[in-house]
C-alpha cells in the first residue's frame, strides 16, 4: 500500500474547508517528497484551466504518481452535479468530468464521483434522481473506459449529501450502474459516521474498493483522536488491498504540520 496525500491544483479556490494542499502546487510536491509521499491525489475543479502536462511531469519527475483526480470542486467551487433538475447543468457537469477524466488518462490515474452526483430535491422524484445518476455516470464511464480510466465512487456522510451514504448503498450503486470501471473509494471518515462497521464494510467491499481516504474520526491529523487504524490496516491486508492510502484532512494546525505528522504515524502502523 503506497501512501498519498490530496494537493489542490492552481485553479481550486483557496478555502479553509478544503482538505488538502493549498498553494503553490510545485513547492507542495517537494514538501511531500520530503515528508516520503509515495504520490498524491489532485484536487481539481477544471483541468482546462491548468497546465495539465507541466503537472504531470513535476510528479513523476520526483519519482512520486497520480493515484486519482477528485472533481470534490466540481460541485464545491462550481456547484455542478449530474442530477441538477436543468439538463444544461447537467450536460455543464458531464463535459466538466469528461476533461478530468483526459486529465486522468495523461496522468494514468483514476476519477472520482463524489458530491458531484448530486442530491435528492424538492424538484424531483427520488425515483427520477435514481434513474437520472445511473444514466449520467453510465455515460462518463463510458467514455472513461475509452480512455482506460475507472471511475471511483465516494459513499459521502449525510452531513453532505443525502444520496448515497454507507458503504453497502455505494456497493448497490455499482450494480446498478453495472459497468466494469465503476468501482468505489471509500473514506475511514464518512464510514466511521455512516457505517455499522468500518472493518465489516471493507471485508464487503472487497472487489470494489480502490482508492481509500485516510483521516481521523474529526478529519484531522492522524493518530489525534481514537480511529482504530491497526484494525482498518490489518483488514485491508486481510482482504489483498494493493492501491493508494490517501490522506484528505483538514489543514490543522497548518498543512505542513498536518502532512508530516500524518504520513509518521502511518508508517508506524503500516511497518
Do not use: W
Request: aromatic content about 8%; overall charge negative.
Amino acid at each position: 500500500m503506497k501512501i498519498h496525500y490530496q494537493v489542490a491544483t492552481p485553479e481550486v479556490t483557496y478555502s479553509e474547508g478544503v482538505t488538502s494542499m493549498q498553494g503553490d502546487i510545485y513547492e507542495n510536491i517537494d514538501k511531500l517528497k520530503s515528508y516520503g509521499y509515495d504520490g498524491v491525489e489532485l484536487m481539481t475543479r477544471d483541468s482546462n484551466l491548468i497546465n495539465r502536462k507541466k503537472i504531470i511531469e513535476y510528479i513523476t519527475g520526483k519519482g512520486m504518481n497520480i493515484s486519482l483526480i477528485c472533481s470534490g470542486e466540481v460541485y464545491g467551487g462550481d456547484g455542478l452535479t449530474l442530477t441538477d433538475p436543468s439538463q444544461t447543468v447537467r450536460e455543464k457537469t458531464i463535459k466538466r468530468l469528461e476533461a478530468l477524466t483526459d486529465f486522468a488518462h495523461e496522468a494514468s490515474a483514476n476519477l472520482n464521483i463524489g458530491r458531484v452526483r448530486g442530491f435528492y430535491c424538492s424538484e424531483l422524484t427520488k425515483e427520477e434522481t435514481d434513474m437520472l445518476a445511473v444514466e449520467n455516470i453510465r455515460r462518463v464511464c463510458d467514455y472513461a473506459e475509452k480512455k482506460g480510466v475507472r471511475v471511483l465512487m465516494e459513499p459521502v456522510t449525510r452531513l453532505q449529501t443525502n444520496f448515497i451514504n454507507s458503504t453497502q448503498e455505494g456497493i448497490e450503486f455499482c450494480k446498478k450502474v453495472d459497468r466494469e470501471n465503476f468501482k468505489l473509494m471509500l473514506d475511514i471518515y464518512h464510514m466511521n459516521i455512516e457505517d455499522e462497521c468500518i472493518v465489516k464494510s471493507f471485508r464487503e467491499a472487497k472487489g470494489y474498493v480502490e482508492h481509500i481516504h485516510m483521516a481521523e474520526n474529526n478529519r484531522r491529523i492522524l493518530g489525534s483522536c481514537g480511529m482504530n487504524l491497526d484494525s482498518v490496516i490489518a483488514t485491508l491486508r486481510e482482504i489483498d488491498y494493493s492501491h493508494a492510502l490517501s490522506m484528505e484532512i483538514f489543514q490543522i494546525p497548518n498543512q505542513d504540520e498536518a502532512a508530516k505528522k500524518s504520513i509518521e504515524h502511518l508508517r508506524q502502523i503500516i511497518g
